[in-house]
């Protein structure tokens, strides 16, 4: 059997797949999140026992030998850790939002427009280099204690294997790499005031690394390949490889991917370019901070279940009776397609008449404008592949093809996971069929009616949003 690990923000899972892509099963574990005053941290020695104790569930229940196993997990943040992969202090996610004034001031004095013409990635709080700047600022002896600032699933590797620290190109894509160049940018690092942190940045594996496991969780001598991140590792389970053609993943944040061979470091700093494993290919990556965790919090706020968002979403027209919701509800703001940290959330057009469906139906087509900015600034051209946990709403991924008034090619299952081993499957040069393991689960057409209506939705919700973002400049 072949295993994929996708280390996610607050559930770790590995899958356990057949020659043929088909999943066996897969195990899940979930991991904590501390939120306090901004900043958002997780337990790295919880982290990794949940990849542990996931893998060896996964290994039990399908008692077969391991061929290779790929990995892939959250992207973003900074995980301190020593020469063994220890930590030094909890990890701080990408959802933290401790650096968003030292960040206001980049944006105000030019250092992130400076950073987005070398690299093509615009910062954003939880990126490393806000929270390494900020780090450095308040809490020094935590940098002086490490020995490299990995990214998640580096962490997880080189524990897993006692390989050497060091990180991928999709991962080093933000926001110290050249994508020309396929390595760091001193300049860059110049600009962030980290020349004298410079060492602990991971060294870049082009290729990504490869070793053998030690014998947690995975049979000891277990081949595995140390990425790409969750968002290129998507787009590879999910078929998007070809110029042009996208990847939404609807999950906890809306991330908008098109496969490009164009490097465009004009425009407004937005998103950024993930390298990937072939040279003069990339993914125009627009991730955005809205997501299901917006929907989540306004089923919450209302007590309304999942189960029952099918069917609010049938019983309220398109409109939702006057109820529009800009849903960024991100403590951190917006990083995609524009970067406004102080933007927030907004309800208007409600009244004592309006509905739990009204409000349901609005937060899912805020979000589906949301993802059409993104994809547009992507640059989408080709097909639309769809992905994460939204799709399991038949009702929303009408609702949303209708919104992006394009098709979308569902695919289902534990897409990142099958891309790590498609990965994996490259570097060892083991033979699959990558066309079959992608396969989507269904294409969805939109309706031509509604999907006209919604052109017109959209542009309203981008004239509300330019208003919002001034007055988020205040």
């Given at each position: ?30 991991v904590g999140l501390s939120l306090r005053d901004g900043c958002v ?114 962490m997880v590797f080189l524990r897993l294997t006692g390989a050497p ?310």
């Amino acid at each position: 059997m072949y295993v994929g690990i996708d280390v996610g923000t607050s559930v770790v899972k590995a899958a356990a797949f057949d020659g043929t892509g088909r999943e066996r099963a897969v195990a899940a574990r979930p991991v904590g999140l501390s939120l306090r005053d901004g900043c958002v941290e997780q337990d790295m020695e919880e982290v990794y026992a949940a990849v542990v104790a996931v893998l060896a569930e996964l290994t039990r229940r399908v008692p077969e030998p391991v061929e290779l196993a790929g990995l892939t997990g959250q992207g973003d943040g900074v995980w301190l850790v020593d020469a063994e992969g220890r930590p030094v202090r909890p990890a701080a996610s990408w959802m933290d939002g401790r650096a968003h004034e030292l960040l206001g001031r980049w944006l105000a004095d030019g250092t992130v427009e400076a950073v987005f013409r070398r690299t093509g990635s615009t910062l954003f709080p939880g990126c490393p280099g806000p929270l390494l700047a900020w780090l450095d600022r308040h809490e020094p002896a935590a940098l002086d204690a490490a020995a490299t600032a990995l990214y998640c699933k580096d962490m997880v590797f080189l524990r897993l294997t006692g390989a050497p620290a060091t990180t991928d190109v999709s991962d080093a894509s933000m926001p110290f790499l050249d994508p020309r160049t396929r390595r760091y940018d001193d300049r860059v690092v110049e600009l962030l005031g980290l020349t004298h942190r410079r060492g602990l940045l991971a060294p870049v594996s082009d290729p990504v690394a490869t070793a053998r496991t030690r014998g947690e969780g995975l049979p000891a001598g277990t081949r595995i390949a140390n990425g790409p991140y969750d968002l290129p590792a998507c787009a590879l389970g999910a078929g998007v490889t070809a110029p042009g053609d996208g990847l939404l993943i609807v999950g906890t944040c809306l991330a908008a991917l098109v496969a490009t061979t164009e490097l465009d470091l004009t425009g407004e700093p937005a998103g950024l370019y993930i390298s990937t494993d072939r040279p003069g290919h990339w993914l125009r990556a627009m991730p955005a901070m809205v997501g299901t965790a917006a929907l989540d919090w306004v089923l919450s706020t209302t007590g309304v279940a999942h189960a029952e968002v099918d069917g609010l979403l049938a019983e309220t027209p398109p409109g939702a009776h006057g109820v529009r919701v800009l849903p960024y509800f991100a403590p951190s703001g917006e990083r995609a397609p524009f970067v406004e940290p102080r933007l927030r959330a907004e309800l208007t057009g409600v009244s004592l008449e309006s509905t739990k469906g009204d409000l349901i139906r609005a937060t899912c087509e805020g979000i589906g404008y949301a993802a059409r900015h993104c994809l547009e600034a992507a640059g989408l051209t080709g097909t639309l592949a769809v992905c994460g946990g939204g799709t399991r709403s038949p009702a929303w991924m009408r609702l949303l093809a209708d919104v992006l008034g394009r098709p979308l090619r569902v695919v289902e299952g534990e897409v990142g996971a099958r891309g790590a081993v498609l990965a994996a499957a490259e570097r060892y040069g083991v033979d699959l069929d990558a066309a079959v393991w992608t396969e989507p689960t269904a294409v969805v057409e939109p309706d031509a009616a509604r999907a006209a209506s919604y052109a017109k939705g959209y542009e309203e919700h981008l004239d509300r949003l330019a208003r919002a973002r001034a007055r988020a400049r205040g």
